[in-house]
């Protein structure tokens, strides 16, 4: 198993544009089983994505070079025994939402990752 955190810069997306990508992701990762989840600020994106190494690699190698974004940091790459969001094919949190309820939709996954991730994770959502 290999997990991946990045975060990376948007470039002009709009609504519809996010929600096909969203779309895009969730069945690509379904068939390829990666999960994960996917914030958004409406400038910066911050994503974690794990599953097989190779698929992972793969997956990786595709989203560098989208022209959707740039930037691309990556914050976490490591080998993991076991996944942070097992049931995500790729969980979207609402930016739109309260601060509260953006991350009662973490809530299940933060305590799973190492803390400072968490505490990076936790100040993303709050922010916007
Ligand atoms: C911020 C961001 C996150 C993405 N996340 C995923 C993802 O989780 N899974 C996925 O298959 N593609 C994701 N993509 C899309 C890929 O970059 C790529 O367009 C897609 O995998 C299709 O690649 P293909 O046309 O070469 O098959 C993401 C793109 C962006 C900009």
Redo the contacts with the bound molecule.
């Keep these: 198993m290999h997990r991946i955190v990045y975060v ?1 810069t948007a470039n002009d997306l709009s609504e519809d544009d996010l929600a096909e ?1 969203l779309a ?2 969730t069945a ?2 379904a068939r390829d089983n ?1 999960t ?1 989840f ?1 914030l958004y600020n409406g400038n910066n ?1 911050l ?1 974690l ?1 794990e599953g097989e190494a190779d698929r992972i690699g793969q ?1 990786m190698a ?2 560098e070079v ?1 022209e ?2 740039s930037g691309v940091v990556r914050l976490i790459d490591e080998e993991a025994a076991d996944r942070c969001a097992p049931g995500w094919a ?1 969980q979207q949190v609402a930016m739109n939402a309260s601060p509260d309820l953006r991350l009662d939709g973490l809530l299940t996954v933060l305590p799973k990752l190492d803390p400072a991730t968490a505490k990076l994770v936790r100040n993303f959502v709050m922010l916007n």
Excluded: K, P, T, Y
Aim: overall charge neutral; charged content about 20%; cysteine-free.
């Design positions: 990376s990508l895009e992701a690509h990762n990666v994960g996917l994106f994503q994505i997956l595709r989203i989208d959707r974004h790729m």
